[in-house]
């Protein structure tokens, strides 16, 4: 466990105004749909022009962070990670593979393949009663030298072919017909179905805390490597978001009146920002107990690539779904990201496209401590053949990136297809990676330990609108980090560097110290509608 956060030294302008008691910190077929399956953030790109030549075999990439990490994502929308067998199994074949890292889905709709989470598990007849599937392949991977980063779907939630059918899943609680009380993204007609899945706004603080801790508790109560957050976005087609509870607190913190248009830029930003802040907390409670875990995030790359940061912002990525990755990896939210790069070598232009986000992502690797965020590039095993599965990895390798491998369940587009068994894709798949000069011919481990973190999280209380208030670091009197306040007034940040500094909120200030590694928690601040100190403005670059 960390060491106990320092306790604020509130100054003494500061009289009449306290702060109470510090807390205490106690890709892939995403969903189903019948028998078929939709990875997280499967693109369905157009086609267009011939696909990128395949680099020469065996050169690896520059030694970058992430660029050692061989990945096999293991999905539990069918077997493979259900009973001992099936796991016994799947570490089996990831060995013989030949991958350092299994990104293993822990918890899946609102549920888990686990016993020791906040949330339920899974209900599925082929779940062998009381086995803790997450605990087991944790112990066999590690036993064979492999890590285990424990996969959470966090506002995909339901999906109604396939209720789970406990009685504390939130569905039961917070479903479509609970009122006030409902938790579903929807659309300005108040409907909350994308195709048959179900998904949590974001926005609704109660929400953002339920799968905060949800999180939270899998590196609280397991001895995994990390999480990678999956589906932290909203779905697609832009128009979600028209909860009424949520449009109360974008009119209350902007004082804009009506509904926004899902076009009005405002209106996603300020969505976007929602997202983010659920990010930042996640990653802030997760460090705060374990400053080691890798935190990491599925991340969405829709058609081609932008050239550069600004193009970004014109992307479906950021315009759609509202996922902004390029900020998480420069202000430290995440520490390893694997791009959902999925691409067909087949479908021209898909192959340029997906070198191309690959070299984008490097442009934006970089945080403002000089740490490099460590990156892999996922690639839909299930959409391609073998031998376009190896060239694409091999691609990746030689521009310094790690490979990550959707899926073990189905490691083909023949088994995807269901004109192949899954044990004959897998053979078929590891003779193309294993070959001379391939991505996986020579095992290598991966060991190395993700970018240092070094931040702050704190919550303010006590203010009718707790979300969108400013709070500003100085340090020397210099203002070296600014950020707002979540519909929680939870704040954080995670790239400052260590020693003393100020923190500044509503007219108010304490000081404390950032650590040398980790996260510190402060008290929660009470606010009061006092202006004693003036916020500084941002430090010029």
Known sequence: ???????????????????????????????????????????????????????????????????????????????????????RQTVQDAARLGVNTLFVQAIRRADCLCRKASVPAISDADLTPGFDPLDAITAQAHARGMRVIAWISVTGIANTTVPNTSPDHLMRAHGPDSGRASWLARRPDGSWLEGKDAWLDAAIPDAAEYVTQAAVSLVRHYPVDGIQLDRIRYPDGGAWGYDPK??????????????????????????????TNLVRRITLEVKAVRPDAWVSAATITYSDAPADPAAFRQTRTYTDVLQDWPTWMQTGLIDLNVLMNYKRD???????????????????????????????????????????????????????????????????????????????????????LTAPGAALHAPRPWTEAPPTTRGLLGRITGAGTPGGQTVQVLRGGQPIAQTQTDALGYYGFATLTPGPVEIRVSGQRWLDRVPERGVVRLPDLLVRAVQLIPSLPPARP
């Open 246 to 275: 949520t449009l109360a607190r974008y009119r209350a913190e902007t004082g804009k009146s009506g509904t926004p248009a899902p076009t009005d830029a405002a209106w996603q930003a300020w969505k976007r920002e929602q997202i």
């Open 346 to 432: 087949a479908a021209p232009p898909q192959g340029a496209w997906f070198d191309r986000w690959n070299a984008f992502a490097q442009q934006v690797q970089t945080r403002p401590d000089g740490q490099r965020v460590a990156l892999a590039s996922g690639t839909a095993m299930y959409l391609n053949a073998p031998q376009v599965t190896a060239a694409q990895a091999a691609r990746s390798v030689r521009a310094g990136l790690g490979w990550v491998g959707y899926s073990y369940r189905t490691p083909t587009a023949d088994v995807y297809g269901q004109r192949q068994t899954t044990p004959a894709g897998l053979g078929a798949v590891q003779a193309a």
């Open 1 to 87: 466990m960390p060491r106990p956060p320092l306790r604020a030294l509130l100054l003494p302008l500061l009289l009449g105004v306290s702060a109470s008691t510090a807390q205490t910190a106690t890709p892939a077929p995403a969903t189903p749909t019948g028998s078929a399956a939709t990875p997280p953030g499967t693109a369905q790109p157009a086609a267009a022009q011939p696909a990128a030549t395949q680099p020469a075999a065996g050169q690896p990439g520059p030694n970058l962070p992430g660029a050692s990490l061989r990945g096999l994502w293991i999905d539990a929308f069918g077997p493979g990670l259900k009973t001992p067998a099936q796991v």
